[in-house]
C-alpha cells in the first residue's frame, strides 16, 4: 500500500497484476485443495484460462504496446502524461514447465527433451576443458552458508533500534545482484550447445488401451499376455506439431507461442486440449 | 571419454516423468467412489480397471506404474542422457480406513528409487554410483509426513532420504544434502549439470514455511545454497536445468519466496536452461517475470 501511495511511475504498470491475479487464480487454489487428497479434477480449465489471462495476454498486450510504440517513434503525450514506455525485452523472462502427470489425473504422460549436443564430441576429444572437483567447493559453501547465517538475533536486534538507519539495507544475500552487463544469454535465450531444441509429449491413452486389453483377453490371451499387448505410451504431439509449431524452444519462443494463444481462440482450444492430456476434460 | 577410464555416449535427449503415485491398494474392479480401493462400482465409468481410468481421481494402478516403468525401459532407455524425476511416489492420503504411515512413505519411495537405480544403473559396474543414465530425483509433498509439512534438516526424513537416494547424490554433497535436501548431479561432467530443488521450502501450503525473509526460514537458506550454487556454475561455465517438484507460480510459493526464486533464475539466465517442475498434472508452460518480481522486491 506504500507503494501505491508513493509516486513510483516506473511501478504503476505492474501494481494491479497481483491483486487481479489472486482473484483468477481463487479457483485454482479450490481445485488445488481438492487434488492434494487426490480427486477428480476440478476447475483446471479456469486455472488454465487465469495463465491465459494473467499471463500470455499480458505478454501479448505488452508486446503489441512495444510494436506500436515502435511505430510512433515519439513518445506521445496522452491525458497530459508522458506514456510509460514499455519493456518488450525476451530476457525479462524465464520459463516454467510444468508436466503432466503419471498418475491418471488426466491420461498418464511424460516427455522426452531434445537438447543440442553439437561440437561437444570435438570439444571434448581435444581436452580443452578440464573437469574440476567439487570437494573444496562444498568445504567453502558449509564455511560460508554458516558465517551468513550466524547473525540472526544480532540482525534483528539492530535493525529494531536503527529502523529505517542504513544497516536495515545491507545485503540480502537471497537476493542476487544483477546479472553483469557483459555476459551472454544462455542456452534457454540464443541457440548454443545445450538449448532445447524440441520435446515429443508421450502419453498412454487409458480408454484405448483398456478396449485393447479386453480384446485380447477375449481373443484368449492370458491376462500378463493381454496387458503387454495393450499397453503403451504413444506420441501425443511434438512441439514442431501444427497447429503452434514451434521452431525451437528458446524463451522468444515460448513468448512468441504465449502470444498467439493468448489471441487465437482455436490455438488456444488445442493447447488446453494437450494440457489435460488428450481426455476431453472440461470443467 | 570421461575421467576414470569410462565413457558416456550422448543422445542429445532426455527424460522428464512425475507424479507416479503409485497405490499399493489399488483394486482392480472396485469402485472410482471409495478411491479405487474397495466397494462395488454401481456404473461402466465408477469402475477400476487395470491401467487405471482418467479423471476418475483414484491414484496408479501398481500395474500401471510397473507398466510405464517397464515401456521407458524398452523404449527410451538407451536414446536418453539423464532423467528429472520431480517426486510423488506415493498414493494420496485419501482412504481414511487406510491412513498413511511414514513409513509407508519411505518404504514405498524407496522401492521406487531402487526400480529407478536398476533401470538405469550400469549393470556390470561395482560401483553403486555408476550410472549409464543419470537421474536426479526430487521430493513431492505427498513423499514426506506429515503431508506437505517438511523441515530444514539434519532430521530423520532428510537422514532416510539421504539413504534412499545415496546413489543419486553425490557423494561430496552429502553434507549440504543433510541440510536442504537440494543437491545438483553433473550429467555431462564439467558442461551440464541438472539441479533437484527442495521445493517445499517454498511452498505455501508448508506450515514451517513463513517467508523467505528471516535467515531462520528454510526457503531463505535454500536460496542462499542456490545462489552460492549456481555462482560457482557460472565460474566454472557450466549449463543448468532447474528441476523440483511444486512449480514457481504465485499460488504454490510464499509471495517472497516467489518473487527471490524468480530473481534467481533470472538473474542466472547466462547459466540456467529453463525449469522443470511436476505437482500440478497438467501440461503448460508459464513465463515468470524477472521485472515484476525486482518490483515486487523493491516495493517491500
Given amino acids: 500500500s506504500n507503494a501505491k501511495t508513493q509516486e513510483i511511475p516506473d511501478y504503476a504498470e505492474d501494481e494491479d497484476d497481483f491483486v487481479e491475479f ?3 487464480l481463487e479457483s485454482a487454489v479450490e481445485a488445488s485443495d481438492v487434488r492434494i487428497m487426490g480427486a477428480k479434477p476440478v476447475n483446471k480449465g479456469a486455472y488454465m484460462d487465469s495463465v491465459r489471462e494473467m499471463y500470455y495476454k499480458k505478454i501479448a498486450s505488452r508486446m503489441a504496446d512495444v510494436s506500436t ?3 510512433n517513434k515519439k513518445n506521445k503525450k496522452k491525458n497530459g502524461k508522458k506514456k510509460k514506455k514499455k519493456d518488450g525485452s525476451i530476457d525479462r523472462y524465464s520459463i516454467v514447465n510444468i508436466a503432466g502427470s503419471v498418475i491418471p489425473t488426466f491420461n ?13 564430441d570435438s570439444e571434448f576429444q581435444s581436452g580443452s576443458f578440464q573437469i574440476k572437483g567439487w570437494d ?5 559453501l558449509e564455511v560460508n552458508m554458516e558465517r551468513d547465517l550466524r547473525d540472526e538475533e544480532k540482525d534483528q536486534k539492530w535493525s529494531n533500534i536503527f529502523q529505517n538507519n542504513r544497516i536495515n539495507n545491507k545485503v540480502d544475500k537471497s537476493i542476487p545482484t544483477r546479472m553483469p552487463a557483459d555476459l551472454n544469454s544462455g542456452p534457454g535465450y540464443t541457440p548454443q550447445l545445450f538449448s532445447p531444441t524440441r520435446f515429443i509429449q508421450y502419453y498412454a491413452d487409458l480408454e484405448t488401451i483398456e478396449k485393447n486389453y479386453k480384446k485380447a483377453l477375449k481373443d484368449g490371451s492370458t491376462e500378463d499376455d493381454a496387458a503387454t499387448t495393450a499397453f503403451e505410451y504413444q506420441v501425443e504431439y511434438s512441439s514442431d506439431d501444427e497447429p ?3 521452431k525451437s524452444l528458446l524463451t522468444k519462443d515460448y513468448i512468441k507461442l504465449a502470444v498467439k494463444l493468448a489471441k487465437y481462440d482455436e490455438l488456444w482450444d488445442k493447447y488446453t486440449e ?9 470443467d | 571419454q570421461l575421467p576414470g577410464g569410462k565413457s558416456k555416449t550422448l543422445h542429445g535427449r532426455f527424460l522428464h516423468i512425475t507424479d507416479i503415485h503409485p497405490d499399493p491398494h489399488y483394486k482392480t474392479g472396485s469402485s472410482a467412489a471409495d478411491v479405487c480401493h474397495s466397494g462395488k462400482p454401481d456404473k461402466k465409468k465408477d469402475t477400476a480397471t487395470r491401467f487405471g481410468v482418467a479423471m476418475n481421481g483414484c491414484d496408479s494402478s501398481m500395474d500401471l506404474m510397473e507398466y510405464t516403468l517397464k515401456w521407458v525401459e524398452d523404449n527410451l532407455k538407451d536414446k536418453i542422457d539423464f532423467v528429472v524425476w520431480t517426486g510423488d511416489n506415493i498414493r494420496h492420503d485419501n482412504d481414511r480406513k487406510i491412513p498413511r504411515t511414514e513409513s509407508q512413505i519411505f518404504e514405498l519411495n524407496e522401492e521406487m528409487a531402487h526400480k529407478f537405480e536398476k533401470m538405469f544403473r550400469r549393470p556390470n559396474s561395482a560401483d553403486p554410483r555408476d550410472f549409464a543414465v543419470d537421474v536426479v530425483p526430487s521430493l513431492g509433498n505427498n513423499d514426506v509426513f506429515p503431508h506437505n509439512l517438511f523441515s530444514l534438516g539434519p532430521t530423520l526424513q532428510t537422514r532416510e532420504i539421504y539413504n534412499m537416494w545415496s546413489n543419486f547424490v553425490p557423494q561430496e554433497q552429502q553434507r549440504a544434502f543433510a541440510r536442504g535436501t537440494s543437491f545438483f548431479v553433473e550429467v555431462i561432467p564439467g558442461k551440464l549439470a541438472v539441479l533437484s530443488i527442495q521445493t517445499l521450502y517454498l511452498y505455501k501450503a508448508n506450515p514451517l514455511v513463513d517467508s523467505c525473509n528471516s535467515k531462520k526460514q528454510p526457503g531463505y537458506q535454500l536460496l542462499l545454497w542456490l545462489g552460492y550454487v549456481l555462482e560457482e556454475l557460472r565460474s566454472r561455465n557450466m549449463k543448468v536445468w532447474l528441476t523440483g517438484h511444486v512449480p514457481p507460480i504465485l ?3 510464499e509471495e517472497s519466496c516467489y518473487h527471490k526464486y524468480t530473481l534467481w533464475t533470472n538473474e542466472y539466465r547466462d547459466v540456467i536452461i529453463g525449469g522443470l517442475y511436476g505437482h500440478m498434472n497438467m501440461d503448460h508452460f508459464v513465463p515468470v517475470d524477472g521485472k515484476k518480481s525486482w518490483k515486487a522486491i523493491d516495493a517491500t
Fill in chain 1, 22 to 24: 489472486d482473484k483468477l
Fill in chain 1, 69 to 71: 510504440s515502435g511505430k
Fill in chain 1, 108 to 120: 498418464p504422460a511424460f516427455r522426452v527433451w531434445e537438447y543440442n549436443i553439437s561440437g561437444l
Fill in chain 1, 136 to 140: 573444496d567447493f562444498f568445504q567453502k
Fill in chain 1, 244 to 246: 503452434y509449431r514451434m
Fill in chain 1, 274 to 282: 494437450r494440457a489435460f492430456l488428450s481426455t476431453g476434460y472440461t
Fill in chain 2, 251 to 253: 499460488k504454490n510459493y
